[in-house]
């Protein structure tokens, strides 16, 4: 298996001797009369669109027993656009066409695409013994992608603690993937895109289907996602090798991995038995899951969910009485970074405030008025949203029983009349 980026032929069709003679060679170490398939991440159009900055692909009539194949996976632009189209979807509180949403953000359709090409990738080699060359446009996103998913489809080696650890030392921080860029570094916001948690959902599908593969479990993956930004560690910090020797990161920083070992036994696979033999998923989207455990993890419905079906006492904050019904499970603001009604992003000047009514949280603007929700045991005027005070009000005006439990109170301080 061999990696680059995209060859300069430009226009013009301009060739490297060089190139050549160094896929002839790799043939060579093959088995005799061996073929090489040069894998294109890229779709035809896009290759071809290349061409007219000086850039391009292969002209497989110069090469020998070589042929060409484009894998049809978009750029890290398209990945970020739907990246954020299901960070939006997994943010929100509707459940509604919840299915239909998630299909739009199109995550698990780039996921499909990225299985099918390593799963084509390592039968080509496993099946047909030939050698493979792999590359997109620069060589350090989707060409990292689909020759770490391939090497754990291949080689069990990967599907451990250890094995996975070097994969990616190899496969991303060797090669130089720009995670400092990627990550989103605000001195290149285009730049931003969610290309190794790809890769970490990626490997989480072939957990799903082949959970007695891997040494790790699902812990072990959430804890690498949850650490490319927490700079905790330095492993995923600056763009390639060079930077990081520059500053000195093995010094003055701590190794992510070092972290994963002291805690190995709470990332270690009960189910795990060691399988030599190749993992071949399915990669229709109709086998891929979303990734419920990172993206969903702080989903308030879930958490509302749960309480219910668990005989379990949860502690409400605030003043409450001894009668109250189904408590509301508050939203961790950890993680919130915006209103949840009017979408402004939480800042010094724009605070969060819980709603005691649906435990959702929202900007001061959003969240104004108070009422005395009995039913829920507040005993004391609380703070409401505005959706929660608009959907209560009609049911106070329609009670002939004390308001059925609820008491309004405008922002002014003033009961709502009857």
Known sequence: MLRCA??????????????????????????????????????????????????????????????LTYLDIPNIHVMRESYDALRQVCLSHSSLKWHSEIENTQWLNHL????????????????????????????????????SLSQIIMDSEYRTISGFMVLVDKEWLSFGHKFQDRLGHPAHPQERSPIFLQFLDCTHQL???????????????????????SSWFGTFIYNNDEERHAKSVVVNTLSLW?????ERGKMLNPQYSVLKEPIYPICNVRRLRLWEEYFLRYDYTALLAQSRDCDVDIEIPGSVSDN?????????????RECSFCQQRFSAFRRRHHCRSCGRVFCHDCSKNKGVL????????????????????????????????????????????D
């Open 112 to 147: 499909s695409l990225l299985l099918k090409g390593s799963t084509t990738i390592a039968r080509y080699m496993k099946q047909k013994g030939g050698s493979t060359l792999i590359h997109c446009s620069d060589g350090w996103d989707r060409t990292s992608q689909l020759t």
């Open 324 to 336: 109250a019904d189904t408590p509301v499970v508050w939203m961790s603001d950890d993680h919130i």
């Open 258 to 262: 070092a972290h994963i070992i002291a």
């Open 6 to 67: 995209q060859p300069l032929s430009g226009a013009a069709g301009k060739h490297c001797e060089e190139d050549e003679h160094l896929l002839r060679a790799a043939l060579d170490v093959g088995p005799p009369n061996g073929h090489m398939m040069i894998f294109d991440a890229r779709s035809f159009s896009a290759a071809a669109g290349n061409k007219f900055m000086g850039k391009g692909t292969e002209d497989v009539s110069r090469y020998v027993r070589t042929t």
């Open 374 to 417: 009995t039913h829920l045991g507040y005993i004391q005027p609380v703070r409401i949203c505005d959706e929660c005070y608009k959907k209560t009000l009609p049911q106070i005006v329609g009670s002939q029983d004390n308001h059925d439990g609820y008491v309004l109170v405008s922002e002014d301080g003033q009961r709502e009349p």
């Open 207 to 229: 957990l799903l289907q082949f959970p007695e593969a891997f040494e790790f479990n699902m812990h072990f993956l959430i804890s690498i996602a949850d650490h490319l930004n």
